[in-house]
């Protein structure tokens, strides 16, 4: 049951569901994230696991996460798979999608009221400066709230539910999610608005390996290939190269009082 695959299992579904969602796609590993702890019952969030491999013993999620599913080729791919079955999208007010590497280091309330603040479409918690892997445009800026951009990266990005909705169909376009940020930029056009916010931030635990990293091992073992899934949402696109850049600055304030 508990393994990657073209469908998916549901196990648990909330009967009450809170205002936002936070969707994991895990493993049997630790995660540095909701592991071993469920946060207070006073929040507006619903914790989804999406397990694609047998949950570690201590994972507390297994039993007590308000939703549970199984399968799906990869997180996005489960993603969609999971809302076409429940109509959940059609629900919350908003869906952040983590990968299970990523540590988050800010209440997820705060966060959601930040976007919705700033009319967030799209938008993902800044890098901390220690990832050795992120790129310039998602690490942290010092001195900034927010960036408004047209981009956030498939790693945990943020969906507020109109575009969510609008976006569904292109979740299965790239089993890798190589490309997916980029073909949800080309359609932000000038309807839609996305950041990366600064305030909020969240730290990479590992660093990815596109040779032997296990991920990468699985999409060769089922003939996927990230560069030619990539090549092919740019072609859609008729984009390419998809330039990736910040449009507005909101700088952080301070007070000094006499």
């Given at each position: 049951m508990f393994e990657n695959s073209n469908d998916?299992?549901?196990?648990?579904?909330?009967?009450?569901?809170r205002r936002y969602l936070i969707l994991i796609r895990a493993?049997?590993?630790r995660r540095p994230s909701f592991f071993s702890e469920i946060p207070e019952e006073e929040r507006q969030y619903d914790l989804a696991v999406n397990?694609?491999?047998?949950?570690?013993?201590d994972d507390i999620l297994r039993n007590r996460a308000e939703i549970v599913f199984a399968g799906g080729r990869s997180k996005m791919h489960g993603a969609k798979r999971f809302f076409e079955a429940t109509g959940l999208h059609n629900i919350y007010e908003g869906v952040l999608f983590l990968d299970d590497d990523i540590e988050i280091l800010f209440n997820p309330?705060?966060?959601?009221?930040?976007?919705?603040?700033?009319s967030l479409d799209l938008a993902q918690p800044a890098l901390t400066p220690d990832c050795v892997d992120a790129m310039g445009l998602t690490r942290e800026h010092p001195g900034l709230k927010l960036r408004i951009t047209n981009w956030v990266e498939v790693m945990a990005p943020f969906f507020r539910r109109a575009f969510l909705k609008e976006m569904l169909h292109s979740f299965d376009l790239s089993i890798s999610g190589w490309g997916l940020d980029l073909y949800w930029g080309h359609?932000?056009?000038?309807?839609?608005?996305?950041?990366?916010v600064d305030e909020f931030l969240m730290r990479h635990t590992q660093v990815s390996n596109h040779e032997t990293g296990a991920f990468y091992s699985y999409l060769r073992s089922i003939g996927v290939d990230p560069y030619e899934e990539m090549k092919s949402i740019l072609t859609m696109i008729d984009t390419n190269p998809y330039i990736a850049r910040p449009i507005r600055f909101v700088y952080r304030t301070y007070s000094f009082r006499a």
């Open positions: 998916i299992q549901l196990l648990s579904v909330p009967p009450d569901p493993g049997s590993k397990y694609y491999a047998t949950p570690h013993p309330d705060a966060f959601f009221a930040i976007c919705d603040e700033y359609h932000l056009a000038d309807r839609w608005t996305a950041g990366i």
